[in-house]
């Protein structure tokens, strides 16, 4: 039996989340109706995340509202998938980031723990990149 690296652990509690998220959302959404592409380039440490996940939340606090996105790293570019864009408006982002390698027991491919930051994206399609602070 092979331990469970932190990178796996976040990414179940990232999809249990989002799953709330989506299901509190409900058939009668509220949010946006119109999705637009975000993409743009994840590094850490001066160098490009190998693979990894950006999560787009709706800032609920400062008002926003529709539905999660979620957004694939790999070689240090993400882009949400077609048709399933955000919505624009405030947002909490959540970066998730390993270096590319299979976990084993005595190697976690976490290259950080999950980063949060809070941004506001237009309501249209734009390029947003993140840089992962080193120490947070």
Same mark, same amino acid.
């Given at each position: 039996?092979?331990?469970?690296? /932190? ?8 999809? @249990?989340? @989002? ?7 409900? $058939?009668?959404?509220?949010? #946006?109706?119109?999705? *637009? ?18 999560? *787009? ?11 999660? /996105? ?11 998938? !077609?048709?399933?864009? *955000?919505?624009?408006? !405030? $947002? ?6 390993? +270096?590319?390698?299979? #976990?084993?027991?005595?190697?976690? =491919?976490?290259? *950080? ?6 941004? +506001?994206? #237009?309501?249209? +399609?734009? =390029?947003?990149?993140?840089?992962? #602070?080193?120490?947070?």
């Amino acid at each position: 039996m092979r331990a469970v690296s /932190s990178f796996e652990r976040s990414g179940a509690a990232l999809v @249990a989340v @989002a799953a709330l998220v989506v299901s509190a959302a409900g $058939c009668g959404r509220t949010g #946006p109706t119109d999705l *637009f592409e975000v993409k743009g380039r994840a590094t850490f440490a001066g160098r490009p995340i190998p693979a990894g996940r950006i999560v *787009f939340e709706p800032d609920r606090d400062r008002g926003a509202g529709g539905m999660v /996105s979620i957004a694939d790293i790999l070689d240090g570019t993400y882009r949400t998938r !077609p048709g399933r864009g *955000f919505g624009g408006g !405030p $947002c909490k982002v959540t970066a998730y980031g390993s +270096d590319g390698t299979m #976990p084993t027991e005595e190697h976690d =491919t976490a290259l *950080f723990a999950p980063w949060t930051t809070t941004i +506001d994206l #237009p309501r249209a +399609d734009c =390029t947003h990149d993140f840089t992962v #602070p080193e120490t947070h």
